[in-house]
């Protein structure tokens, strides 16, 4: 999802209370719900800050093709929150670690059921872990909310 509240590429400095891409990971059974993952964002900032910033600062939308590609590495059906890339940071060719981490946010039905399936990095490869492996295996924080709506 592309946050067009944060698009000042110029900054160096991450802010992870607010992301100009974030990752949602969701069941598969289900639709992300943007004003709940807007209240997720505006949780993780601290106090002051959530009253100065209305809920209508925050602009969620599922990234375009082109930005999917280029943030994660990854065509579309096969991302994988594993060796998220970006090619933006580089001037060659080859893609580097996305600078500065991508802000990851799991569902909480899928925190529930301890076991979840995801994209496997091709469109004809699914991974398969324990939550709290993934948890563990992320090397940034991931952000645990209610941003789903069953279909």
């Known amino acids: 999802n592309n946050n067009n509240n944060n698009n000042n590429n110029n900054n160096?400095?991450?802010d992870p209370t607010n992301p100009q891409f974030v990752m949602v990971i969701?069941?598969?059974?289900?639709?992300?719900?943007?004003?709940?993952l807007t209240n997720a964002v505006?949780?993780?900032?601290p106090n002051?800050?959530?009253?100065?910033?209305?809920a209508s600062s925050f602009d969620f939308r599922v990234a375009d093709s082109a930005d999917n590609d280029r943030i994660t590495g990854y065509p579309f059906n096969s991302v994988t929150p594993f060796g998220?890339?970006?090619s933006s940071s580089?001037?060659?060719?080859?893609?580097?670690?996305?600078?500065?981490?991508?802000?990851?946010i799991l569902a909480e039905?899928?925190?529930e059921q301890g076991f979840f399936w995801m994209g496997g990095g091709h469109v004809q490869?699914?991974?398969g872990m324990a939550v709290s492996d993934f948890l563990k295996a992320i090397p940034t924080d991931v952000v645990v909310a209610d941003i789903s709506t069953p279909r």
């Open 90 to 104: 580089s001037s060659s060719s080859l893609p580097l670690p996305l600078q500065p981490p991508l802000c990851m």
């Open 12 to 14: 160096p400095i991450f």
């Open 109 to 111: 039905p899928i925190v």
């Open 26 to 36: 969701l069941q598969y059974d289900s639709t992300l719900d943007v004003r709940k």
């Open 42 to 45: 505006r949780c993780l900032r």
């Open 84 to 86: 998220v890339l970006s």
């Open 48 to 54: 002051i800050h959530r009253r100065l910033d209305a």
């Open 125 to 127: 490869l699914k991974l």
